[in-house]
């Protein structure tokens, strides 16, 4: 890492680069978080828009279903009491389910001891199996405590049942949890005669609801009166438990809320946490029964679209990033070229090179007119130098020249040292010789014989002589010089 960012540091292209992209990133960024927020939020309302569809096209269904399951009962609770015999309620009752295939079951059941003839229970009961219509009379158990008969019975007028188990035991009834709507039976003068209850399987709502699947892992629940699930993924926990207590810890509030609207009847979304995963829980109630019908979808299952589309555009900002780095890098990288080649000759001229001829630049912006200076300032002082280096040449000739002056002197004072040393000494020898014989001749010249004057005499010519030749030798080195 440090020797990257050295890198970085020292190449001032790269480094330009690298700031004019994080500034356009930057931009794009901020560009694109906006956008894709607006996007987000039009995605969202369009599932939102979505789901709701869904939902109320499947309670538009369901609701259609039940509203021909009321349409026929109700108008069999005004046909039947005009033909109270056992056998016509045993026809009206299959013929109910063999016209209408939506319902799975249909019961007319009668007041006890209603037709004293057959006991204190009556009722006709229709039942779709898998390949045909069986119709029997039911067999002796109290029906006046089901559900069915009794909820109508209190209340005086039609109404749906919570999903119930229709299992009894030695009579015919379906393996399936039914819901029934009860309609009483009244006589012209209001009595009570029975109930006619048609009922439809929740197998048949179960699979409607199912098919609530607006997203490959969206899920679909139903609820009835007391919260208990009456549709669910997990089978398991059918008609055992209820939303109320099946919420996660971590969304237990939400779903409580959630909860509470949808057993008040409200339509709405809430976003919590489903199985560990932010999720949204569209919902809205089923008319007139009290239930209410919700899809599950996860976030990232909402989202998915948005997500690939956010993956890929952001890929292809890298992507557009990382060219535009290389684009920004050559460009710069041009532009400063110069400066580089600037910074090497200085490199040289500060090491003492200042002989290269460098071509003047053709661009007129602030680098082209700074590498012309520079280039004049580099001829300027290639000038200066060769001048300096030419007077520095002819000082040291004229050094060397005063050197070999000097040193021609020194040897002539030498030589005329030697010279002068030389004759002192030959002048020495002979007037050595003339001032002792004349010392003599000045003292003892009486008492000399002839002979001995004479030879002194003689003696003191030739040195005489001697010292002249020495005078004359030294007038003719005098004149040649």
């Known amino acids: 890492m440090k020797r990257l960012m050295r890198y970085i540091q020292q190449h001032l292209s790269l480094r330009l680069g690298l ?40 309670a538009e269904r369901i609701t259609g279903i039940m509203d021909e399951t009321e349409l026929v009962t109700n108008f069999m609770a005004i046909t039947v009491p005009n033909h109270l015999t056992p056998d016509s309620l045993l026809i009206f009752s299959r013929r109910g389910v063999e016209e209408n295939d939506f319902l799975t079951g249909l019961a007319i059941s009668m007041e006890p001891n209603f037709f004293p003839e057959m006991g204190r229970y009556y009722s006709a009961y229709s039942l779709r199996g898998p390949d045909s219509i069986t119709t029997v009379r039911e067999g002796p158990f109290e029906y006046f405590e089901a559900v069915w008969y009794k909820t109508p019975r209190s209340l005086g007028t039609s109404c749906w049942t919570d999903a119930f188990d229709d299992y009894n035991e030695g009579t015919l009834s379906s393996p399936d949890i039914m819901t029934s709507y009860c309609c009483p039976m009244r006589d012209a003068e209001g009595r009570y005669l029975g109930s006619i209850t048609a009922s439809l399987t929740l197998k048949w709502l179960s699979e409607a609801v199912t098919r609530l699947q607006p997203y490959p892992n969206s899920s679909a629940i139903m609820i009835g009166r007391d919260g208990k ?17 099946d919420a996660a810890p971590e969304a237990r509030r939400d779903i409580e809320t959630l909860g509470r609207s949808m057993l008040a009847g409200r339509s709405g ?83 003492g090179h200042f002989e290269t001829n460098l071509t003047e630049s053709p661009r007129q912006d602030s680098i082209g007119r700074l590498q012309n200076s520079f280039i004049r300032m580099q001829q300027s002082l290639a000038t200066s130098v060769n001048d300096i280096l030419s007077v520095n040449a002819e000082l040291e000739q004229r050094n060397e020249e005063l050197t070999r002056a000097y040193q021609l002197q020194l040897n002539t004072n030498r030589e005329k040292a030697a010279f002068i040393q030389k004759m002192y000494h030959e002048i020495r020898t002979p007037l050595n010789i003339i001032c002792g014989f004349t010392q003599v001749l000045t003292t003892s010249l009486p008492d000399l014989p002839a002979d001995e004057v004479a030879d002194i005499t003689g003696r003191i010519s030739e040195s005489a002589s001697d010292i002249a030749r020495l005078a004359k030798d030294l ?7």
């Open 269 to 351: 979304m809430v976003e919590t946490i489903v199985d560990g995963n932010d999720a949204f829980i569209f919902f809205r109630p089923l008319e007139r029964t009290g239930w209410s019908i919700a899809i599950v979808c996860p976030e990232s299952d909402v989202f998915a679209r948005y997500n690939r589309i956010l993956t890929i555009v952001w890929t292809i900002i890298g992507i557009g990033l990382l060219l535009l780095l290389i684009v920004c890098y050559q460009i710069v990288r041009r532009a400063i070229q110069p400066l580089k080649q600037l910074d090497y000759e200085a490199q040289r001229i500060a090491e």
């Open 19 to 58: 700031i004019i992209t994080l500034i356009i990133a930057g931009a794009f960024s901020l560009l694109f978080d906006i956008l894709f927020y607006h996007g987000k939020q039009d995605l969202q309302r369009a599932a939102i828009d979505h789901a709701t569809q869904l939902l109320d096209n499947t």
């Open 475 to 481: 007038d003719k080195a005098a004149n040649s010089n």
């Open 229 to 245: 699930y009456l549709v669910h993924p997990d089978t398991a926990k059918l008609f055992r438990e209820t939303i109320f207590s």
